[in-house]
C-alpha cells in the first residue's frame, strides 16, 4: 500500500490553523468529510471517542488521529501541517503541528493496521519529517508524502 491510494492531492493542508486539540479535529473532520461524503459529525465523534482511549500524538510534533467508520468503502487519509502546533496530549508532552488522519471502514482490520504503520514508519523518519516542516505549500507536501523514496524507505524498514 502506498500512500498516494489513501491520500490525493485535496487530501493536504498546507497551514491549518486550530486553537487547541478538539478544535483541530474539528476542522479537520470538516475537510475530510468533504472528500468521503459523510457528515463531519460522524468523522468527529469517531475521532474524539478514539482520543478518549488514550491520545493519538505519537511524540515529535507528530498525531495520527484515527478511527472506523461504518459506511466507508475504503481506507482514507487526510494529512495536515498546522501554522502553529496546539497541545495534543501527546506521549512526549509536545505540541503537535503533524497531523495524519486515517478513517477505515469497520471490516478494514488488516488494512487500517498495515495503512497506520505505514504512516508511522513514514512519520519517524527525521529526513521526511524535516521536508514536511520545511514545505508550505500542499502540492509539496503532497509531493513528499508520496514520493517513491519514501514509501521505499518504509517498506524496507519493514521487512
Known amino acids: 500500500m502506498t500512500l498516494d491510494a489513501l ?5 493536504v493542508l498546507a497551514n491549518l490553523k486550530a486553537p487547541n486539540k478538539k ?3 474539528l476542522e479537520l473532520s470538516q475537510a475530510l468529510a468533504n472528500r468521503v461524503a459523510i457528515d463531519y459529525r460522524v468523522i468527529f465523534e469517531t475521532l474524539l471517542k478514539r482520543e478518549k482511549l488514550g491520545s493519538t500524538g505519537i511524540g515529535q510534533g507528530i498525531a495520527i488521529p484515527h478511527g ?7 481506507v482514507y487519509g487526510l494529512f495536515a501541517r498546522l ?7 501527546s506521549v512526549d508532552g509536545q505540541p503537535v503541528d503533524l497531523v495524519f488522519v486515517l478513517l ?17 514508519r513514514l512519520l519517524r523518519d527525521p ?14 507536501l503532497y509531493a513528499i508524502l508520496t514520493e517513491p523514496a519514501a514509501s521505499s524507505q518504509t517498506s524496507a524498514s519493514a521487512a
Open 7 to 11: 491520500i490525493d492531492k485535496q487530501s
Open 23 to 25: 478544535q483541530l479535529l
Open 68 to 74: 472506523k467508520v461504518a459506511t466507508l468503502e475504503r
Open 83 to 89: 501554522s502553529a502546533p496546539v497541545d495534543f496530549e
Open 104 to 120: 477505515a471502514p469497520e471490516h478494514a482490520g488488516a488494512d487500517h493496521l498495515k495503512a497506520l504503520a505505514k504512516i508511522s
Open 127 to 140: 529526513a521526511v519529517v524535516a521536508k514536511l516542516r520545511g514545505t508550505e505549500d500542499a502540492e509539496g
